[in-house]
């Protein structure tokens, strides 16, 4: 019954920064990693970026040099710092947990958070 709730979005202009949080609720167990998925209208949903165990950290090339994801275990919260924002970053950004102990074997997403960049 691991459930995620994202926050942190909203309207941004054009070179602007936003942070998004990700907490997950309802397990005992440390998340290891967890992940940022974003989809825009019409479009396939996209990795953004991903942390693993001891940290390691993965993004996608749109986003590479301008975000960054961080995982603060004891509180099962990862975090999106967004730097640098484009209108093309504008989409719905859900995070996610890979199958683990702590998500009972099963793969979550959390409910999303609308980050609009506009000027």
């Known amino acids: 019954q691991v459930q995620l709730a994202e926050s942190g979005g909203g309207l941004v202009q054009p070179g602007g920064s936003l942070t998004l949080s990700c907490a997950a609720s309802?397990?005992?167990?440390?998340?290891?990693?967890m992940g940022w998925y974003r989809q825009a209208p019409g479009k396939q949903r996209e990795l953004v970026a991903a942390?693993?165990?001891?940290?390691?950290?993965s993004y996608g090339d749109s986003v590479k040099g301008r975000f960054t994801i961080s995982l603060d275990n004891a509180k099962n919260t990862v975090y999106l710092q967004m730097n640098s924002l484009k209108p093309e970053d504008t989409a719905v950004y859900y995070c996610?947990?890979?199958?683990?102990?702590?998500?009972?074997?099963?793969?979550?997403w959390g409910q999303g958070t609308l980050v609009t960049v506009y000027s």
């Open positions: 996610n947990a890979p199958p683990s102990i702590a998500t009972r074997g099963i793969e979550v």
């Open positions: 309802g397990t005992t167990f440390s998340i290891l990693a």
């Open positions: 942390i693993g165990s001891g940290g390691r950290a």
